[in-house]
């Protein structure tokens, strides 16, 4: 029988969610696109299981596509898969720690991969401290919980600094504070990594005077080649933090690359369209390849002559 894969998505018509489900029906798999918002968790005595519209969702593996705002939500269904036995790309550990750019920071100093110097500062009062620590103005100012760009802020004086580290902690954000890395002219490099490789990789740049590259904020995308060492830097960042898909932006800085963020759901469109690369097709080889890795209940079951689970497969809709 054909092993079934849940990816889990808001966005059925999403770029990323319909190639993914396209190229895992390709490699054999049943695929189900389901809301994360629309399962139920249940947890008893026998442990717990998922629920769609009543019926436990059964399947082999799950693909999270879990959209920021509801991170916390997606993760708990992620954990719940995890919990039975379900293969899941990414983990839920991998994403809680992605999605919060001090927990990444802090991981990869620790395993030496190379950052722009961060500081988290927790009382307004010690932003000047800050700022002279990770070099001066100007410098950049971003909520460790951001993305598309729009908590990240470059800061050209003392003053505006302070303001803007206290209205974040204000509004209970957290505010780091970190290095400006001029020469890296409003560009990035992302590298695509898959099951410890990099597979494809693209070169993002700001629109006009903008100096963040996020796609979000008109920043263009093209093919670029990475060099050794970006590409080993960018598959110990993903399995620092404990990732099978990620993408790794680097900035192109003095002293080399810096890694600047790892993202657990990745967006497919920019990085296929520019390097023509069938990434998809990638990642739906590694959850096949994982699958197949594992021992097989149904043959083992067989040969001991004996039922694998009390449940048939439901489906999910
Ligand atoms: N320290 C920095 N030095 C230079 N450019 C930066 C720095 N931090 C962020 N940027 C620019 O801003 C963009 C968004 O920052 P990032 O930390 O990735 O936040 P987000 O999660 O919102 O994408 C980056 O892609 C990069 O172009
Ligand atoms: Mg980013």
Redesign the pocket.
Known sequence: MEPRLVILSRGPELYSTRRLATEAEKTGWIVDIVDPLALTIVVDEEGGRVFHKGWPVQCEAVLPRIGYSITRRGVAIVRQFEQMGVIVLNSSQGIIRSRD?LVACQMMAERRVPV?ITAHVGAWEDTDRAVRRVGGTPC?V?STE???????FLINSFQQARQLVYQMLERGMRPLV?????E?H???VRALVVGGEVVASMR?K?HGSE????FHLGGSVSKVELTDEQKEIAVTATETLGLELAGV?M?ESQRGPLV??VNSSPGLEGIESSTRINVAAKVAERITSIYESLPNLETLADDLDVGVGSERSQGTS
């Open positions: 750019k722009p950049v971003k951001g993305t598309h760009g729009s908590g990240v970190q290095e400006y890395i001029e890296s409003g560009s990035d993002r700001a100096f963040r590259s996020n932006d900035l600047l963020e």
